[in-house]
Every structure is written in C-alpha cells, then in structure tokens.
C-alpha cells in the first residue's frame, strides 16, 4: 500500500499523457496496411475474429447455484441485441476480437441513446483514432484522446470501456501480437517483392531451341520461315500440331528452363512464416492451412480445441470486462451477467446431438410434425403427439421383449393391483455438465504431470526412479474430492426431490470419508495406467501411428481421450453412489429396488448381460458391486470407461 499510495502522489501533482505505440510499422508499412496486405497474418486474424463473434453473449440471472435462466429484456441483453442503429452484434464483436489481434488493444464508446431500445448505444472506436491517454494515475487513464480527420475528442472513463493484452512494462499498454512478427513479416514482404520483380524483369519462357554453330547459317528469309512454322504448329492457342513432336532440322535441340521452388525455398520459407503466425496467436496451423497428414478425427479435434483452448482466452477477457464496467454503466441489475455460450461450436453435429438427448431422455423428442418442419414439410393431423414406442419406460428404455399375454389364473392379481400407483422412478445419471467439470480437472492434472515428468524422461522408462507413485496419487486425490463430494450431494438431493421423499435428513457429513476413498482409489487406478503406458512406450517405437510410440504421445493421449471417458466414468459411479446413499438416508423403508441400466453402444459383455438387473437398493448386483462404477467390488477392467448407470425405483 506504500508504494501504491507514493504512486497516487507522485502523479497527482503532474498530468501524463500517453502516446500510443502500438502500430507496427515493417518495411514502410503500419499495422493495418500489414493486415490489408499480408496473406498469412490477414488468414489468421480474420479466422481467429470471425470464429470468436460467432459464439453469441447472452445475459443470464443467477436465481439459484443451479438455475440461471437467460435473460432478454434487461439494458445489457437489448445493446447486445442491437449494439447501435449501423453495427450488428457480429460485425461488434469481429471489430473488438480484430483490434485486440492487431493492436493487443481496442476502445469502446457507451453513450446513451434516447432511440434504442436499450437506452444506450455502444461502438468500437478503430485503434488508429486514438491519439493518447490523460490522468494522473499509472494503472488506467482518466481520458482517452479520439482524433478523426482532424477533430480531437476527450473521451473521460465513465463513457468507454477499454480492452488490452499485456505490456511488461506499462500496465495501461498493450503489446501488440504483430510486433512479435515483425521479422517474419518482414521477410515475407520482402520475399514478396522479389518474386514480383523476377516476373516483372525475368525471361518468360520454359525452353528453347539450339542450333549448331557449325551448320550453315540462316538467311533472314529461313529464319522468318522457321519462326513462323513454329508458332502456327507448335506454339499459342491456333497451334495446329500442338500436343505432338515437332522434327527438328541441322541439329537442333530444345532446352528446358523451369523454376525450381525448391532451390529457392520459397515453399519451406511459406510455411515456416505460417507456423510463426499460428504460433503467435496460439492456434493449431492445420485449422487454417491443412498438412497432408491431417484426418477427419484429428480436423474435427482441432476444430475443438480452437474454441477450448485457443479462443477461450480472449472470449473470457471480452466476457470479464463487460460483466465488471459495461453492467454498472447501464443499469443492469445486480444478478445478473454476461456469459458466451460455446456449446454453440462445440456441441457437435445435428446427429450427434439428437443420439446424446435421446439417450438421456430414453425416449423420442419429437414429435411427427416438428420432424416435418426440419425438412420444411407441412404438418399433417395428429402429428403433435409424442410418439413413445410400448417398450419405452419412463427414464429408461426396456430392451427386454414384450411379455406374453396372461393367463387366466393371473387376471385376479392383475385387477387387485390395477389401481395400484404408478412406482416412481429416477435414473442417476450425470448432470449436464459433470462429466465435462470432471474431464477438465483430468485434463489440467495431465498437463501438470507431463511438464513435470517429461524433462526428467530418457530414452527408457521401464525402471523409472523419476515416478512418485504417493505424490500424483495424492494431487489427483486433491483435485477431483471438492468435485466429486459437491456432485455427490447434487445428485442425491435430486434423486430425493425426483422420488418426492424429504432430503432435509440428508447429512454430506456422511458421504465425505467414502467419497474421499472413491477418489483415492480411483487417482490410483488413472495414475497406474499412465505409468504401464510410460514403461511400454519402447514398446510401440516402430508404429508411426500409435500415438502411445512416444512419451509425449502417452501425455497427448491422456489429455485428449483419456480424460474425457475418465471424467464420464467417474462422473457416472459418483451419480450411483449418491442416489444409492440417499436412499439409504432417507428412505431406507421404502421397498426402493435399483436397476443396472446399460447406456453405452458398445458395452462390456458382462454388463450388457445385467442390463435389466433388479435388485433391493441394498443388495449387491450378480456381479458383487452395489452401483455401477463400485471400484471397492469390481476390477479396474470393470471399471475403467464404465459409463453404466443406476436407476431407483419406489413402489
């Protein structure tokens, strides 16, 4: 605070003003001239700004830890829907998302607007406009200077709201990601320029035709022959022998002259130049010029990853400055903020979406006249019914065959309990986003353990003295409790809620030793199996194509794959342990049973065989565990990728 306070009195007795640097200049061009004019940076900046306004901002209410209805008619949600009477939301965001690729910077104006529906108007000011910073204050300024053909506006800070990257000198600066290019830009300009004046200067021609010294000499008459011969039957687009094999005379030989692109790699100079732009701005070089070894699986990855892991940055740096001074500035209430939605881009395709709902709901839905609509039919009579097959229970889908009809001794105990009540039923699965927290806590163990444990791998791993078993076991332990203890308690309460039995007996108390040991064991099992991959890395040296053929592969592997089918896994024996535990708790004389449910396409034998299975919810199943996922009853081959599921019924 002393220093703080000796930098407040420092500067309050005198006014500083800033004078942006932020505009690259290369070869006698600026920044934005560079943009215009320089293929690799233009792909990149417009593919990484188009991409990121894209993803939608939407306003959202915190009602409650787990509702957070979206919200449409407050001040913020009305000037994202319509930023000002020229400018789209899209056009908005791509000119933010491009200034802060170019420049590290860009300044926004909020002024109100009596017109709008909002009541207020917001618009991007381009970098070039602003001509400096007044204050007297080091860490923001009080006033941004806006000059436009030769008009200078002083913009105070109640009225605009400014987005910068980082300087290491300046904290009211920004280091532009173009002055990190300079050198290669450079080069390309000047590359470029060199191949225009060969084709502006240099000879255009690809062969030619000797002639003999010793030979007789050519009259100008039997030159003006032979040229004119060559040109009607072997050159231009009359030529009436093109395509053949002219017959030369006097021992004459063609020559061929070809640019070899490889002498003067020029090619390898072109991606290299590519690679440093991608590089810059943290992006996979494939997404925007693709190799030759690029797949379809490893695109739709890539494609992933430029929203998870590339653009993610930059949208929530946008997000955080909206939500802490834009909110404020117009009014919006206190609950409520702005989030970009993702899933947009990353939800996967129609059909893949349509699988995942409709495995989750276990039924159809949609109904025949919404389907019709999607394939702009009309909709036909009776078609907004929802259609749910005889075989399709609620929450689950029944693969058993149809029962035969009863006989005539059975009708008596069918009519005592037909007015019976329906039993209530619940399927533990996870929530929407459990499994994806779950992998994301995978993820970032992964990526700390290969930057500790790759330096300090040689050659051979197979007795390695650098693996300490206790260390990552315990960190992983760490990482997923919090987690797993809060998911448990989520997915309890809603069992109970869903079952209509009082969860206000419910103790997490109880739970916090058991889904501690679940953590333990499970850290134990995904760090065995990382270790057995690391010690079989030899093994695998001479397939080009297995990714486990290295020991970074290995970490690439468990980042990618690995974490997503742990992080469901896991995601899916804490819901079955919770739902189980909650009953026990708070209906344990409820006659409750619970089901083995088989959600994944492709299952173990052994639990496809038990897809059905029926038990009291305090028996274990045929095969010892007492919820899918039970790693205290089943082997890790029985546990690992488990995607099973619980589901509880009372009578």
């Given at each position: 605070?002393?220093?703080?306070?000796?930098?407040?009195?420092?500067?309050?007795q005198?006014?500083?003003?800033?004078?942006p640097?932020?505009?690259?200049?290369?070869?006698?061009?600026?920044?934005?001239?560079?943009?215009?004019t320089?293929?690799?940076?233009?792909?990149?900046?417009?593919?990484?700004?188009?991409?990121?306004?894209?993803?939608?901002?939407?306003?959202?209410?915190?009602?409650?830890?787990?509702?957070?209805?979206?919200?449409?008619?407050?001040?913020?949600?009305?000037?994202?829907q319509?930023?000002?009477?020229?400018?789209?939301?899209?056009?908005?965001?791509?000119?933010?998302?491009?200034?802060?690729?170019?420049?590290?910077?860009?300044?926004?104006?909020?002024?109100p607007?009596?017109d709008?529906?909002?009541?207020?108007?917001?618009?991007?000011?381009?970098?070039?406009?602003?001509?400096?910073?007044?204050g007297?204050?080091?860490?923001?300024?009080?006033?941004?200077i806006?000059?436009?053909?030769?008009?200078?506006?002083?913009?105070?800070?109640?009225?605009?709201?400014?987005?910068?990257?980082?300087?290491?000198?300046?904290?009211?600066?920004?280091?532009?990601?173009?002055?990190a290019?300079?050198d290669?830009?450079?080069?390309?300009?000047?590359?470029?320029?060199?191949?225009?004046?060969?084709?502006?200067?240099?000879?255009?021609?690809?062969?030619?035709?000797?002639?003999?010294?010793?030979v007789?000499?050519?009259?100008?008459?039997?030159?003006?022959?032979?040229?004119?011969?060559?040109?009607?039957?072997?050159?231009?687009?009359?030529?009436?022998?093109?395509?053949?094999?002219?017959?030369?005379e006097?021992?004459?030989?063609?020559?061929?002259?070809q640019?070899?692109?490889?002498?003067?790699?020029?090619?390898?100079?072109?991606?290299?130049?590519?690679?440093d732009?991608?590089?810059?701005?943290?992006?996979?070089?494939?997404?925007?010029?693709?190799?030759?070894?690029?797949?379809?699986?490893?695109?739709?990855?890539?494609a992933?990853?430029?929203?998870?892991?590339?653009?993610?940055?930059?949208?929530?740096?946008?997000?955080d400055?909206?939500?802490?001074?834009?909110?404020p500035?117009?009014?919006?209430?206190?609950?409520?903020?702005?989030?970009?939605?993702?899933?947009?881009k990353?939800?996967?395709?129609?059909?893949?979406?349509?699988a995942?709902?409709?495995?989750?709901?276990?039924?159809?839905?949609?109904?025949?006249?919404?389907?019709?609509?999607?394939?702009?039919?009309?909709?036909?009579?009776?078609?907004?019914?929802?259609?749910?097959?005889l075989?399709?229970?609620a929450?689950?889908?029944?693969?058993?065959?149809?029962?035969?009809?009863?006989?005539?001794?059975?009708?008596?105990?069918?009519?005592?309990?037909?007015?019976?009540?329906?039993?209530?039923?619940?399927?533990?699965?996870?929530?929407?986003?459990?499994?994806v927290?779950?992998?994301?806590?995978?993820?970032?163990f992964?990526?700390?353990q290969?930057?500790?444990l790759?330096?300090?791998?040689?050659?051979?791993?197979k007795?390695?003295?650098?693996?300490?078993?206790?260390?990552?076991?315990?960190?992983?332990?760490n990482?997923?409790?919090?987690?797993?203890?809060?998911?448990?308690?989520?997915?309890?309460?809603?069992?109970?809620?869903?079952?209509?039995?009082?969860?206000?007996?419910?103790?997490?108390?109880?739970?916090?030793?058991?889904?501690?040991?679940?953590?333990?064991?499970?850290?134990?099992?995904?760090n065995?199996?990382?270790?057995?991959?690391?010690?079989?890395?030899d093994?695998?040296?001479?397939?080009?194509?297995?990714?486990?053929?290295?020991?970074?592969?290995?970490?690439?592997?468990?980042?990618?794959?690995?974490?997503?089918?742990?992080?469901?896994?896991?995601?899916?024996?804490?819901?079955?342990?919770?739902?189980?535990?909650a009953?026990?708790q708070c209906?344990?004389?409820?006659?409750?049973?619970?089901?083995?449910?088989?959600?994944?396409?492709?299952?173990?034998?052994?639990h496809?065989?038990?897809?059905?299975?029926?038990?009291?919810?305090?028996?274990?199943?045929?095969?010892?565990a007492?919820?899918?996922?039970?790693?205290?009853?089943?082997?890790?081959?029985d546990?690992?990728?488990?995607?099973?599921?619980?589901?509880?019924?009372?009578?």
């Amino acid at each position: 605070m002393a220093l703080l306070d000796g930098l407040r009195r420092r500067y309050q007795q005198r006014w500083y003003g800033w004078q942006p640097s932020f505009n690259v200049q290369v070869a006698n061009l600026d920044t934005a001239a560079l943009y215009r004019t320089q293929p690799n940076l233009r792909a990149a900046v417009s593919f990484l700004a188009d991409n990121a306004a894209q993803v939608p901002l939407k306003v959202h209410r915190r009602a409650a830890d787990d509702d957070r209805p979206r919200v449409l008619d407050s001040p913020a949600a009305l000037l994202l829907q319509r930023p000002n009477a020229e400018t789209t939301p899209f056009e908005l965001k791509r000119a933010i998302y491009s200034d802060m690729l170019l420049y590290g910077y860009c300044l926004t104006l909020v002024l109100p607007d009596k017109d709008a529906p909002s009541g207020w108007q917001i618009r991007q000011i381009p970098a070039t406009w602003v001509n400096g910073y007044n204050g007297n204050w080091p860490f923001a300024p009080d006033s941004v200077i806006v000059t436009h053909n030769g008009l200078s506006v002083e913009v105070p800070w109640e009225r605009f709201i400014l987005f910068h990257g980082y300087d290491p000198t300046d904290p009211t600066k920004a280091a532009s990601p173009v002055e990190a290019l300079k050198d290669v830009l450079h080069e390309q300009v000047e590359s470029n320029t060199f191949r225009r004046q060969m084709w502006q200067r240099g000879g255009r021609f690809n062969a030619y035709i000797t002639r003999p010294k010793d030979v007789e000499s050519w009259t100008d008459e039997a030159f003006e022959r032979f040229r004119e011969t060559w040109r009607n039957s072997w050159a231009g687009d009359g030529a009436a022998d093109g395509g053949g094999t002219p017959i030369l005379e006097d021992g004459m030989e063609i020559k061929q002259v070809q640019f070899n692109s490889r002498d003067a790699q020029w090619a390898d100079a072109k991606t290299l130049g590519r690679e440093d732009v991608a590089g810059v701005y943290h992006f996979n070089p494939a997404l925007l010029w693709p190799g030759t070894g690029q797949t379809y699986a490893s695109a739709k990855d890539n494609a992933r990853a430029l929203y998870n892991d590339a653009l993610a940055p930059s949208l929530m740096q946008v997000t955080d400055r909206l939500n802490q001074f834009l909110l404020p500035m117009v009014g919006e209430p206190e609950d409520n903020y702005i989030a970009y939605d993702i899933t947009i881009k990353t939800e996967g395709t129609f059909e893949e979406k349509l699988a995942a709902l409709q495995s989750a709901t276990g039924a159809p839905i949609l109904t025949r006249n919404e389907a019709r609509a999607k394939l702009d039919l009309p909709a036909v009579e009776g078609g907004d019914e929802l259609i749910t097959p005889l075989n399709v229970l609620a929450g689950a889908v029944d693969s058993a065959p149809q029962p035969t009809l009863p006989d005539a001794g059975e009708f008596a105990a069918i009519t005592a309990t037909k007015d019976a009540p329906e039993p209530k039923r619940y399927k533990a699965a996870p929530m929407s986003d459990d499994d994806v927290e779950m992998a994301v806590a995978f993820k970032e163990f992964f990526k700390h353990q290969r930057d500790v444990l790759l330096p300090k791998l040689g050659a051979k791993a197979k007795n390695p003295e650098w693996w300490n078993a206790d260390r990552w076991n315990a960190e992983l332990t760490n990482t997923l409790y919090p987690i797993a203890l809060r998911q448990c308690t989520t997915q309890a309460k809603r069992t109970l809620s869903a079952l209509l039995v009082d969860s206000s007996t419910y103790s997490e108390a109880r739970t916090q030793n058991y889904v501690r040991a679940m953590t333990e064991s499970r850290a134990r099992m995904v760090n065995a199996t990382t270790l057995k991959q690391l010690k079989e890395v030899d093994e695998w040296e001479g397939d080009e194509d297995a990714e486990r053929a290295t020991y970074a592969g290995v970490f690439d592997m468990a980042e990618d794959s690995r974490s997503d089918s742990a992080g469901a896994a896991f995601a899916c024996a804490v819901a079955g342990f919770a739902a189980t535990e909650a009953i026990s708790q708070c209906a344990s004389g409820s006659g409750a049973t619970k089901t083995w449910v088989v959600t994944s396409g492709n299952p173990r034998p052994e639990h496809a065989a038990m897809d059905g299975e029926t038990v009291p919810y305090n028996d274990e199943f045929s095969n010892g565990a007492m919820w899918p996922g039970d790693a205290d009853a089943l082997d890790v081959a029985d546990v690992a990728n488990c995607q099973c599921q619980v589901e509880i019924t009372i009578p």
